[in-house]
């Protein structure tokens, strides 16, 4: 069965820093997506980053990149530059290839201090 | 990003009376809409998968008959809580599969937060 793990629910942060999220996750299948997630507490959820698993590079987009380790099945998220906007709580989540539902992780709450 | 966008963000209605919320891909098409509830400090739990022209596939352990999904067009779902209950009291999130998209990326609403008294 398909599962991701977060095992920070809570992490603070340094106006400025950066920090780094976990994510570990546990698949058979050979083909498969991973997600990053912020909620603020309005409760939308906003896309951050995608890493498919074929992907040879890890991604990035502006501010985040994802540390993405095949062999360890982690997929951590790197927010560079801490701002205060940045504080919210963060979903890693996965996607079987050819199905489109993710499934979730319990989620870490970052809080960016000043 | 794309955008979706829910209706209502907050409803509070009685004991036995049926909610619907809507869901809108407003600037692509989506075959594939998912709702998904999120209790307070919890992750999202999937409750169905919406297909556009069939019928919605639920999860384990949802009442089909309590939530009653239509996916009429490639740019609405929709979510009625039927008989609603305050053990039905939760954050209502859509989101909205892009698969015309670099990386068949899905967009989630805004959600609704749905009060039963």
């Known amino acids: 069965a398909q599962k991701i793990t977060q095992t920070q629910p809570g992490m603070f942060v340094q106006e400025k820093e950066a920090v780094t999220l976990d994510c570990t996750y546990d698949t058979s299948d050979p083909s498969y997506g991973l997600f990053w997630y912020k909620q603020p507490s309005s409760g939308e959820m906003i896309f951050l980053i995608y890493q498919g698993s074929y992907d040879q590079q890890n991604a990035t987009e502006g501010r985040y990149s994802l540390n993405f380790q095949k062999a360890r099945k982690s997929a951590n998220l790197v927010i560079s530059a801490s701002q205060l906007g940045d504080s919210a709580m963060y979903f890693c989540a996965m996607r079987r290839e050819g199905q489109g539902n993710l499934i979730f992780g319990k989620g870490t709450k970052l809080s960016v201090k000043p | 990003g794309a955008v979706v966008s829910q209706h209502p963000s907050w409803v509070i209605c009685k004991s036995g009376t049926s909610v619907k919320i809507e869901c809108r891909s407003l600037?692509?098409?989506?075959?594939?809409m998912f709702w998904y509830r999120q209790f307070p400090k919890k992750s999202l739990m999937l409750m169905a998968t919406s297909n556009e022209g069939s019928k919605a596939t639920y999860e384990q352990g949802v009442e089909k008959d309590k939530f009653l999904i239509n996916h009429a067009s490639l740019t609405l779902s929709t979510l009625t809580v039927t008989s609603a209950h305050p053990e039905d009291s939760s954050f209502y999130i859509c989101?909205?599969?892009?698969?015309?998209?670099?990386?068949?990326?899905?967009?989630f609403g805004p959600g609704t937060r749905l009060t039963v008294l």
């Open positions: 600037d692509f098409q989506a075959t594939t």
């Open positions: 989101s909205a599969r892009d698969l015309q998209g670099v990386t068949d990326t899905q967009y």
